[in-house]
């Protein structure tokens, strides 16, 4: 029997706060593993978003997330400038019919965190009749393929990061100041073992998964399956419409990419679960998936069918009929959310410590931009 490989950190979960949990580590020296369940790094939540750099216009009803979104952007944007979208004109219009903000509470929010706003009366891709006001901000997008690049090839070149992906953790225990953990791996039939004082759980969905084989407690969440559809339109590129705030629409360049992204709070969502761990019907029918170990939603036959066609009947409705849309493909995930934010849409990122000696940390991550957030951990 092989002795334990021991590290100073085990980060579980490689999706952008793992990854750069274990960057942040390896810069202070410590000696890191970073266990990914699936073959590549950054393929789930990290990759399937909107892509939004959020600058706080998007939460009038949270004003804690809408000023985390805001106190980190400047750093994020200096940091990852090679990987945002700067160029697009970015519109949030306020919706005539059922919208749970207005225009002048809108106004007040934007004036109240200092972020810029213009009232704009005309303009030729869209249609008022269903708007009640308009508003050019400033708001950018990452594109995710790029990030994933980036942050796969800084994992690889820094030494102090041991990788070990389609791996998963099967059991842990505490021994004395360390945490003992089983590891399994697609690449070999028996598990190996390995120790560390520090654990950090960054796995999202999974989080309540990966904390029971702490034998910690849960984070309360909501889980839902949710799909990105990915557009283009003949009429414009570097546009994009936020349509706020309640059951509504958002349509803006993914990134760098060329493609456009489409959500909405209707119909991205196809399934809810408000178990601790997500339990969905589809899960029953493959073997490669479930409540504790979830597959990727993009690659299985039982993904739901898209919603793109609903989707679109709903932005279409902010714009002028002759815009034109086509369909190209969509990306589907799992998103989860505290269940303490149902009311607000707030979406904080928690950073938990959830015992000490050996430490476990547990990170829920609200919005990318907050993956500083991993920097109070050591
Ligand atoms: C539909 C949607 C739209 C969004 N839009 C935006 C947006 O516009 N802007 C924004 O800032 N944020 C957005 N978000 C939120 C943002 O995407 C997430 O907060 C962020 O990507 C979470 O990153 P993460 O690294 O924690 O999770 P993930 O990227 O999901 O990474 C978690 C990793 O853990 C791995 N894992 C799971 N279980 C195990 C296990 N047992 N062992 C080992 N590894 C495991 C997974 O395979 C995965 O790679 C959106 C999210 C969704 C789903």
Redesign the pocket.
Known sequence: MSADSTFDAIV???????IYAALHFARKGLHTAL????PQ??????????????GGYHYPRSIATARMSDEHKARFTATHKDFINFSFEKYYAIDRYGSLTDAAQFERFCAYLNIPYRRVHRHELFHFDRIEALYATVEHSFDPILMARYYRQAVQEQKAIEVYTS???RAAEAVAQEWRVEVHTTRQASPFYIRAPLVVN?????TN??NRLFDLPPVELMHEI?E?ALLTSPDFSELGLTVMDGPFASIMPYGKTGLLSL?SVAY?HHKVSYEPVPHFDCMDRVAHCSPW??GQCNACSQQPRSHYRKMLAQIRQYFRPQVRFRYYHSLF???SKLQANFIDDG?PTEVLCLREQPAFWC?F?????SIYEVERIV
């Open positions: 579980i979960g490689g999706g952008i706060f793992g266990i990914e369940k699936e790094l950054f393929t789930k939540a990290s990759m399937v978003n909107q892509a939004r750099l959020h791996s998963h953790i960054a796995t999202y969905s999974a998964a990966v949710s990105i959500s991205t170990l979830q995930t799992i998103k979406r990170v991550a609200g919005k990318i931009n």
